[in-house]
DNA sequence: TCTGAAGACTTCAACAGTAAAGTTCGAAGC
DNA sequence: GCTTCGAACTTTACTGTTGAAGTCTTCAGA
């Protein structure tokens, strides 16, 4: 078996069993979760990032989008701190923004009462195009947690911002960059 | 208040408060758990990368020895299955193993029964690293799960695998590109 | 006021990923 | 036995991110 050259991605279920047989010192429960938290993510991005790409947007773009809305009116935030909100360099801050100037989904201008500070706002249509692409987002979102009872997805929520509370505190650098990800 | 321009990233709590605010169509529920999980996954990345890092490779370099180790005896296979298993494209998998031939963790050689096929093993550095690697992971994510009582870990695994097989029902397709992470 | 140091952003060079075109080998049909 | 098609990998050109160096402004002290 397994004797398929062309075979795909192992279910979870074979890959933990994978696990066991290539290293005994693992709890499969353990495993379970860890795996399963990291597959979830990858196929969540790949559907946020069909839906912004009919937006004729980026997953990327669409997240500064959020952090301006999100952090309220007047929707200003500057490369800096957007670039912590995002876990992004600076430098790649920089040319992010470049790109969303030159689409027309955000401005960018000097503040005049500190001159060394850049202003970046949200423009209409990149409201708009956030706007739609949250709705798409919920939608997707909903149907994700379908089989779960409201008992159950309450449940969830609590146990993994206890997990999330965990890593923070031994964390508790802003999360460092965005380079490792898989 | 949320005047400080330094601002950094806003707690979980804050983000969902914000997005009631702004976006009303929101189950908070729901929200809560999808933030969840995406700030999770980027903390977990970061604490891989971090400890990859000490053993001089990084969270892609590891990502491959595991495939080839998770494939069982004789531990090889070709790019392109390894570039399905890891959702790359083939040339990004070209150019990966480049790097760690270089590097010394894996060998390429062409297959003697079909030319046009190549294959990938893993050396006694590879799996070396790789087993390093294990053990620093293993005992991060017992420390993750610290806070829940092994019948809270089987719930979790068990409700968390549920989500999984829901998007890869409506996602059949290998996981498409992984270009759009956050 | 001038000067030096710190902060905020940008620029630059190098690296990693993607898409699309290119290469090479194997297999199926005539 | 050619020839054509297709599969598997590589090459090329481009995009996006990083780390480090550079620029410009502000602020504090001489």
Do not use: C
């Amino acid at each position: 078996m397994a004797d398929t050259p062309g075979a795909s991605e192992p279910s979870l279920d074979e890959q933990i069993a994978a696990y066991q047989r290539e290293f005994q010192d693992l709890d499969p429960q353990v495993e379970k979760v860890v795996s399963a938290l990291s597959r979830l993510n990858r196929r969540m991005n790949v559907a946020y990032g069909r839906q912004t790409a009919e937006l004729g947007i980026s997953n990327a773009e669409w997240e500064v989008l959020k952090a301006l809305v999100l952090a309220g009116a007047p929707y200003r935030l500057g490369p800096g701190d957007l670039a912590k909100r995002l876990g992004l360099t600076p430098a790649a801050m920089t040319h992010r923004i470049d790109r969303m100037v030159a689409e027309g989904l955000v401005t960018r201008e000097r503040d005049e009462s500190n001159r060394v500070r850049v202003i970046v706002g949200i423009t209409e249509e990149g409201r708009s195009k956030w706007l739609e692409a949250m709705r798409m987002a919920t939608v997707f979102e909903e149907d994700l947690l379908q089989d779960l009872s409201g008992e159950e997805r309450g449940r969830l929520g609590e146990m993994l911002t206890r997990l999330l509370r965990r890593v923070e505190d031994a964390q508790p650098d802003a999360g460092g960059r965005l380079s490792d990800l898989d």
